[in-house]
């Protein structure tokens, strides 16, 4: 059984590919998880949702495909 791994996609991104890799990790539709990132951002004054979106893209590797 192949174990899975969080990476950030490169082949269905708009800026990185954190919200991308996000919804290939949990099997969801890659459109809700950029609503709601974008939900969590607003509503937290961007400040937050910012910040944790630069630190996925340096910690989240890059897939391979």
Same mark, same amino acid.
């Given at each position: 059984m192949?174990? #899975?791994k !969080? /990476?950030?996609s490169m082949s269905d #991104? /708009? !800026?990185? @590919? %954190? &919200?991308? @890799?996000f919804a290939k990790y949990?099997? %969801?539709d890659v459109t809700l998880v950029r609503v709601l990132y974008? $939900? !969590? /951002? !607003?509503?937290? $004054? $961007?400040f937050p949702g910012i910040i944790l979106y *630069? *630190? &996925?893209m340096l910690i989240i590797p890059q897939d391979h495909e």
């Open positions: 192949e174990q #899975k !969080l /990476t950030r #991104k /708009t !800026l990185c @590919g %954190v &919200c991308s @890799g949990f099997n %969801v974008a $939900a !969590l /951002t !607003l509503f937290s $004054a $961007a *630069i *630190i &996925c």
